[in-house]
Nanobody
Framework: QVQLVESGGGLAQAGGSLRLSCAAS????????MAWFRQAPGKEREFVAA????????YNADSVKGRFTISRDNAKNTVYLQMNSLKPEDTAVYYC?????????????????WGQGTQVTVSS
């Protein structure tokens, strides 16, 4: 069992930055590939970014490429999402997710463990 807790959400202006954190507990964090997803009001949850178990590989959705960066610190059992050049359309609840597989995956059903989500609101 892995517990994931997100933090760092809040209100930002368009063009601003936020950094989300996801702290994991319960199992060896480096065994788990991690990802961020988001869900905007009235929309389905969508993939944002993923990172492999040791951080050697990352992948971002086209909508956030060049603006968001996923990273992890296995010594701190934490995965991060640095969000720069924020846009109003980035407004959503952001979720971190994890599971014990090699490589990267971008689909929700690949991840067994989920956090409770953190709200990000970007004003224009």
């Amino acid at each position: 069992q892995v517990q994931l807790v997100e933090s760092g959400g809040g209100l930002a202006q368009a063009g601003g930055s936020l950094r989300l954190s996801c702290a994991a507990s319960g199992r060896t964090f480096s065994n788990y590939a991690m990802a961020w997803f988001r869900q905007a009001p009235g929309k389905e949850r969508e993939f944002v970014a993923a990172i492999s178990r040791y951080g050697g590989s990352t992948y971002n959705a086209d909508s956030v490429k060049g603006r968001f960066t996923i990273s992890r610190d296995n010594a701190k059992n934490t995965v991060y999402l640095q969000m720069n050049s924020l846009k109003p359309e980035d407004t959503a609840v952001y979720y971190c997710a994890g599971d014990s597989f090699a490589g990267l995956r971008t689909t929700e059903w690949s991840y067994h463990y989920w956090g409770q989500g953190t709200q990000v609101t970007v004003s224009s």
